[in-house]
């Protein structure tokens, strides 16, 4: 078995050349169509062409989905900071008629000492919900004796000028306004000189 060697890859080239044979003018033809099966395929200016715009329009719709994908997130972080924002707005809502009520209660006069109890303790819880208020952002607007604007009062009267007075100018507060940071909750009842 050590005798025997393995042919090596020459060998075995020759080999077979010797016993495939073939003619002269078969191996002409064979060399003639290598190079037509070798040839590369010709692109026209057409092809390439419409794979170029097939390309620009996949570049520009990326592009454009890409810039959609942006503008939501942007829109999104500030749907979130405006929410964080303006966190317990409606609850704030809720407890300004609690507010108004209490003012009402305190402006009531109190003659025996029962009723100057009962006030007493009006008067604190008041004091303690204008303090929460206060803590949470939510501020009274200023009316009395400034001019007046529509975006924190409401007009509901208008009166004369009277000495010491300008015109458009508050003059009196029927309701008090509030608002919660830089947002207006509920605008001032005023009465307005004109």
Same mark, same amino acid.
């Given at each position: ?8 890859t020459?060998?075995?080239?020759a ?20 190079p ?7 692109v026209?200016?057409? &092809? %390439? +062409? ?6 620009? /329009?996949?570049?520009?719709?990326y #592009?454009?989905? $890409? *810039?959609?994908v942006?503008?939501m997130?942007a ?9 964080i924002?303006?966190?317990g707005? &409606? %609850? +704030? ?6 507010? /108004?009520?209490?003012?009402?209660? #305190?402006?009531? $006069? *109190?003659t025996?000492?029962?009723?100057k ?36 009062h ?8 009277s ?9 009196n507060?029927?309701q008090?306004?509030?608002q ?15």
């Amino acid at each position: 078995m050590a005798d025997k060697q393995q042919p090596s890859t020459d060998d075995e080239t020759a080999a077979k050349a010797a016993t495939t044979k073939q003619d002269p003018d078969k191996t002409e033809q064979g060399a003639a169509a290598e190079p037509k099966a070798a040839a590369k395929p010709t692109v026209t200016a057409e &092809q %390439l +062409a419409a794979v170029q715009k097939k390309a620009d /329009d996949f570049e520009d719709k990326y #592009l454009r989905a $890409e *810039a959609e994908v942006q503008n939501m997130q942007a829109r999104y972080q500030k749907e979130q900071a405006s929410l964080i924002k303006y966190d317990g707005q &409606q %609850l +704030a809502k809720d407890v300004l008629p609690v507010i /108004d009520n209490l003012e009402r209660a #305190l402006a009531v $006069e *109190a003659t025996d000492d029962a009723s100057k109890q009962i006030k007493k303790g009006v008067q604190m819880t008041y004091d303690h919900m204008e303090d929460a208020l206060k803590r949470n952002h939510v501020t009274e607007i200023e009316a009395l004796g400034k001019p007046f604007d529509p975006t924190l009062h409401q007009a509901v009267q208008s009166v004369p000028v009277s000495d010491g007075q300008t015109a458009e100018t508050v003059v009196n507060v029927l309701q008090k306004g509030y608002q919660l940071k830089d947002r207006v909750l509920r605008p001032a009842m005023v009465v307005v000189a004109q």
